[in-house]
């Protein structure tokens, strides 16, 4: 190797050049040499790995709860004359049919579990510190993120976060429902210690969050490769950005309304009781000024991931990259004027109406991005790998969670549909039909670039079928349940809602098949999966063009230099060798601004 | 293949073993920065960041005393009567000059004057200790004497008929503890800062470290600024 090559782009190769060039997955001698390594590791890929079996076990979790919550409504519970209860399904199963209370109190909890774990453990992190620490370097053509040590601290804080949410758990759950509401919040379970854990836990997690967050933020400002402008990201790290910009910005109000809302639980100093003079009402501005923005933080993940399985999955440059960045920077800056939505009952008339009206605002550029993916779909070469059909599946799924929103934006329609099933259904079709179909698409569509492993087509499409129709049986009944009056949050219902409620259930029973189906193709790829190629769908971002499957530790042979923008598929499309290979593409064209 | 790069871009950004300039000279960025300016600007773009985070933090402690203050004005007026307000412009003074003493310490180490640099870390450790002294013995203490304490731990014996003056007494514990606890992880962050000081790591190619506790610290100054004013001199 030549040493006129150790200008800046030699860096890579200083120490390196004739060193092996392991995958990042390579063990370091023993087992526990290799543990010991995983558990200090600064390697954004590690880091980002060890986040997704943490992250992909609290689904589970949550997930069980939230199959306890339709267990439960399966059936009406009614008290006949003589006292006999029946249908509390959940309380029979855990010992505690004959009093009503002890069984809806089984109910309240598992609801309460299933929030919490699904919001702070799960979504919040899914998505940026899974896949985003995975690619977010990669994609950028850099060796790591900007603070390597900050990143593995920030996992070690969920961690902790897990922990003490967990310990709450055990200790029977807490009934607040995952927005900690006071009264909730400060007066049940009284003597106990487990809503201290879980807001502490809550408290420790935003650090997490932030720290990520952080960390995103500063990478994507300082070390893009060279030729790598602004307008040259891939569009998955504009998302990841702007999801990043709301983390740092939003969460360290949640920071300040927890500790205040443990000084209030300890100390009771009054500040959210009205008997002391406090005001209920200021902690739903505190909670949802930050947990509005954080609903961005959810779903604009999910979005990133979107285009780069729709451009991928069409073979086609994306439509209007422009429009596409600057609605998630739109989207970032939206999210934390319209809080007020969540609470148009519990605040002043002018207030509501002004919240609607900038509510509605961002629905814009939401609206931007479904367009220009539809637009990217026409006239593509569309192929139905189970990715692709999971960020099909997305636009279905999130443009009736979007416009769903609207009916709640409406102040008139919202008084009526407030606190109902339609509202449940709706943000479940936005976290879960947005951003968790979007996070199972993008496991599918990186399973090869992480593991070096292919996945089995068949088991992946069988798995959507199942997820895509278990999940809209499980929350579409929720529309109209919501619309017909249904209450949200209560242990049993009238028996006109049975049908409805049984259809949802079962639904949710087919839905938890299907990703058991996923979670088999998972680890059958594991142990059995044929060698992934670099670049097996043909695409053009640098973690596809530039980088082994899975990559080696330092990211890249060579740092690249970009000559290609990540969805220029009409000038550099990567030829196909065989079925499911590609060869690097070909230089750029004349012409091309990177020629 | 050339060795002569493994100064510049070694691996992980150490050295080779037989250079015996000082850490400060013969540092070189993580790997994954092209050099010493480039981890320079992005550590600092992290630190303002941070920063960021912190504004917000104590902002919405400020939203919550304006709110307050506004409803129960003569709640708030009576607690404060109960603050001494000699002793926080005492300590106003301490956390300016050691404004001045930590900006000092980030002068010293752009310099490379490692004596005054050490001289500057311990000055403004000590102004943090004295803070949290003349805070906890002369103010913190005096009030836990008296029972004004937040919430349901209020005991005062005289309380006058101002309802809801231990909500302000919440206010007043929440917000300056939240600040206190800035200043003891601060003064942690000091006491690293002289260890690593020590073994001179820092000099005129590498401050970052220093300059980014300094800024930190700048910030629990300007939390005082306001909260000073805001508890003790309102009328």
Partial sequence: MASIDLGKSGALHGAHGHEHHGSYLEGKGGFWATVWDWMTTVDHKKIGMMYLVAILFMFFLGGMAALAVRLELFAPTVVDATGQISGNLLGQMFGAGDSLADSNLFYNRAMTIHGIIMVFLVIVPSVPASLGNFLLPLQLGAKDVAFPRLNLASWYIYLLGSFFAILSLLNYGVDTGWTFYTPYSTTTDEGHLRVVWMVTAAFILGFSSIFTGLNFVVTVHKLRAPGMGWFDMPLFVWGIYGTAIIQVLATPVIGITLILLLFERIFHIGIFDPRLGGDPVLFQHFFWFYSHPVVYVMILPGMAIMNELIAAGSRKKIFGYRAVAFSTLAIAGISFIVWGHHMFTSQGEVAAVVFSALTFLVAIPSAVKIFNWISTLYKGSIILTTWNLYALAFLFLFSIGGLTGLFLGSLAVDLHLHDTYFIVAHFHYVMMGGTIIAFIGGIHYWWPKMTGKMYNETVGRIGWFFVFVGFNATFFPQFLMGSRGMPRRYASYVPEYEFWHQFSTIGSGLLALGLFVHLFGFLASLAAGKKAPANPWGALTLEWTHASSPPIEHNFEHEPVVTHGPYDFDTVLPAQTKPGEYSLPRPAAPGSKYH | ?235
Wanted: hydrophobic share 45%; charged share 15%.
């Fill in chain 2, 1 to 235: 293949m050339a060795t002569i790069d493994l100064g510049k871009h070694g691996a992980h950004g150490s050295a080779p073993v037989n250079d015996d300039r000082p850490y400060h000279e013969r540092y070189q960025a993580a790997h994954h920065f092209v050099d010493r300016e480039h981890e320079f600007d992005a550590v600092k773009m992290g630190v303002w960041l941070f920063l960021s985070t912190e504004v917000l933090l104590f902002s919405g402690m400020f939203v919550a005393y304006a709110i307050f203050r506004m409803m129960y004005p003569d709640a708030f007026l009576s607690g404060s009567a109960h603050l001494d307000y000699r002793w926080g412009l005492l300590n106003t003074v301490v956390l300016l000059l050691s404004s001045y003493t930590v900006a000092a310490a980030v002068r010293h180490a752009q310099t490379g004057n490692q004596k005054w640099l050490q001289i500057n870390i311990i000055l403004t450790f000590i102004a943090g200790l004295i803070f949290l002294t003349i805070k906890g013995v002369f103010e913190y203490y005096k009030k836990y004497s008296e029972g004004l304490l937040p919430g349901k731990f209020y005991s005062y014996p005289y309380a006058e008929n101002v309802p809801y003056e231990p909500l302000w007494w919440g206010i007043y514990w929440g917000a300056t503890g939240i600040h206190a606890s800035h200043v003891i992880v601060g003064m942690g962050l000091f006491a690293w800062l002289y260890v690593r000081s020590r073994k001179r790591h820092f000099g005129p190619g590498h401050y970052n470290a220093v300059e980014g506790v300094g800024l930190y610290w700048h910030i629990v100054d300007i939390v005082w600024i306001f909260l000073f004013p805001m508890l003790y001199l309102i009328h």
